[in-house]
């Protein structure tokens, strides 16, 4: 027979030894009065401890370890105690439970370094969940079955121009206002669409208006959540993202395109002339960067002139001219590219001349330029500043704009210079053609007439024909070299040049003076001053006679200098004829001469006229320009 009670204890150890949990028992002097099976699986065979072994001296780590502390406590308080821990010695995670009785304590424990494990990479996915959730550039709300927001991470509040916690918000608050593409007050939400069908929505544009004025364009996609047990939705979680940049992308894009379109359509009409094309182009740059102001500059030595303007500012006017320093194109001039400015105050400009000569608030200008030279400027501008920088393709506008005037007056140029150089062409022609041909054929005439009759005289006449034919083409030439531009002006000194003219002329000749009485100093080309003065001494040592007297002198009341002499004079029927091609009151004058003397004046701006001098002879006065007299 078994002792009594033996099957009760062999059934309790064999269902603790059944336990997942190790199991120890110890009594109230701690030593150790049974241990299960799982003891040996959790902590290795020599880890067991042998009956009547102290606790203590079994596992001498408990004395020290959050273990041993929760025993201690059971067993003095008579109560449960539960510690959960890493324990060093055994490399792992243990929860141990200590429940006291009168016998002493019976120790679960068991290995939860598993759980613990994926606790922690739970908890990592979780702040990683957390992380990506708030740092994302696009906004995401949740929202439950009734459009409150429960959650909103931080670009999504900024969006919606909301306090970081949304409680109490749903999605059509009052704290914002939608509207459509028309403007108009938003007839349905994403959200709210999504609650009502349960289906999901994808990138609905809309616009919004926060309560601090800020406005932007959203695009909102919104899923629901349910809950498995029914269809409808439990949560919808909305994603938003800022349309806005992009929107005013594509409205710059539509801007650009409408004003390119007219451009083209401005500068491909073969009907406008360029002034017509210029103001219509200036008028579209106006519109297309929102100014007031658009103009066209002419810079010469160092004064700048508003070559054409539309818009209204009182010195902002075609026509109208000051000192390059005084403008805002003297900076642009100085700029690699564009000078941009949107907000002068913001920028620095009230204190500088510029400024408190044509107060502008906004400027943006580019450098035009005609056979590779500085020609002036292509601007646009407003009294007001602009409330943002002019972007990329509004300033690529303009280059444009700068570049088209740029070639435009480039092939205007060019077109005058074939067409004054066609001029000359047929001018030659026309001598060589027919002027040429009298003194030819009256050399050759001679000449024959000697060979005939053996009369010597007859060459004489020839020598003069071929030296008028040498006359009539080195004018022709000049001519045709020349017309009527200067290259490369400078300082002229008058009286020396007419002094080097008369030796060139008279060849020291006794007969002929010359008087100069202290003409001014010009600026031109000292060639064509020279032989200006060549042509008009030798029209009048023609005309008067080797004992001519020629006077140089000023102007005074015009800006100006005149050649006079003591010859016959000009009839005063006569006076405007001389300066045209080929005509002489000579019978032996080449007639190009005085035209000679013309073309030099008209590439010098000069005006030339013939008037009687006060001897009664010729006399030809040249005058300057208004605005631009002659230094003394």
Not at 393 to 406: I, K, M, N, P
Request: charged share 30%.
């Amino acid at each position: 027979m078994s002792e009594p009670g033996s099957d009760e204890r062999a059934a309790a150890e064999s269902a603790l030894n059944r336990m997942t949990d190790g199991f120890v028992a110890v009594d109230r002097e701690w030593r150790v009065t049974f241990c299960n099976e799982r003891v040996s699986d959790l902590l290795g065979n020599e880890h067991v401890p042998e009956l009547g072994t102290s606790l203590w001296e079994a596992y001498p780590q408990l004395r020290d370890n959050e273990f041993g502390a929760a025993y201690r406590r059971a067993m003095s308080s008579g109560e449960p105690q539960t510690a959960e821990a890493y324990y060093d010695f055994f490399g792992g995670w243990f929860q141990a439970t200590a429940y006291p009785d009168e016998e002493g304590l019976s120790i679960y424990f068991r290995d939860v370094t598993e759980r613990r494990q994926l606790e922690v990479e739970l908890r990592r996915e979780n702040e990683l969940r957390e992380r990506v959730f708030e740092t994302t550039p696009t906004g995401v709300l949740v929202l439950d079955e009734e459009g409150r927001i429960e959650r909103a991470n931080e670009r999504a509040t900024e969006l919606l121009g909301i306090d970081t916690d949304p409680d109490g918000l749903t999605y059509d608050s009052p704290e914002w206002e939608a509207f459509d593409e028309d403007g108009e007050p938003l007839d349905r939400y994403p959200v709210e669409t999504v609650l009502e069908t349960g289906r999901p929505v994808e990138n609905v544009e809309h616009g919004i208006e926060a309560g601090n004025g800020t406005r932007r364009w959203l695009s909102v996609s919104a899923t629901p959540l349910t809950d498995g047990a029914n269809e409808e939705p439990t949560r919808v979680v909305a994603v938003v993202a800022d349309r806005t940049e992009q929107r005013e992308l594509e409205t710059q894009l539509r801007e650009s395109a409408a004003s390119l379109h007219r451009l083209y359509e401005v500068a491909g009409d073969p009907g406008l002339s360029f002034e017509e094309k210029l103001r219509e182009l200036l008028r579209v740059g106006r519109e297309r960067l929102g100014v007031e102001l658009g103009f066209l500059t002419r810079i010469e030595d160092g004064v700048q002139t508003i070559a054409e303007a539309v818009g209204d500012h009182h010195r902002i006017q075609t026509g109208e001219s000051c000192p390059l320093s005084q403008a805002y194109c003297s900076r642009t001039v100085d700029s690699e590219g564009l000078l941009a400015v949107y907000d002068a105050e913001a920028e620095g400009w009230v204190g500088t001349e510029p400024y408190q000569v044509f107060e502008l608030g906004a400027y943006v200008g580019g450098k035009v330029f005609v056979d590779d030279e500085l020609y002036g400027t292509l601007c646009f501008a407003d009294a007001d500043p602009r409330g943002e920088s002019f972007s990329d393709a509004e300033a690529s506008f303009v280059e444009l704009l700068t570049q088209w005037v740029s070639y435009e007056l480039d092939r205007r140029e060019r077109h005058s210079r074939i067409e004054r150089q066609n001029e000359r062409l047929d001018e030659f022609a026309s001598v060589v053609s027919h002027d040429l041909r009298n003194p030819l054929n009256v050399a050759a005439a001679r000449v024959e007439m000697a060979a005939e009759t053996g009369d010597t005289s007859h060459l004489a006449d020839a020598r003069d024909a071929l030296d008028r034919m040498d006359e009539l083409i080195d004018d022709v030439l000049s001519l045709a070299r020349h017309g009527d531009e200067v290259v490369d002006a400078e300082p002229v000194p008058l009286g020396d040049a007419a002094e080097r003219a008369w030796q060139n002329v008279t060849g020291g000749d006794r007969d002929a003076t010359l008087v100069v009485a202290d003409p001014p100093t010009v600026r031109g080309d000292d060639s064509r001053i020279l032989q200006l003065f060549e042509k008009l001494f030798g029209n009048a040592v023609d005309h008067a006679g080797p004992g001519v007297t020629v006077t140089v002198g000023t102007l005074t009341d015009e800006g100006g200098f005149f050649v006079a002499d003591d010859g016959p004079g000009i009839p005063p029927s006569k006076r405007e004829q001389v300066f045209e091609q080929g005509y002489s009151t000579a019978d032996n004058g080449t007639g190009f001469g005085l035209g000679v003397v013309a073309k030099i004046a008209s590439a010098h701006d000069w005006t030339v006229r013939a008037v009687e001098s006060k001897d009664g002879g010729a006399r030809f006065e040249l005058v300057a320009p208004a605005g631009d007299p002659f230094d003394r």
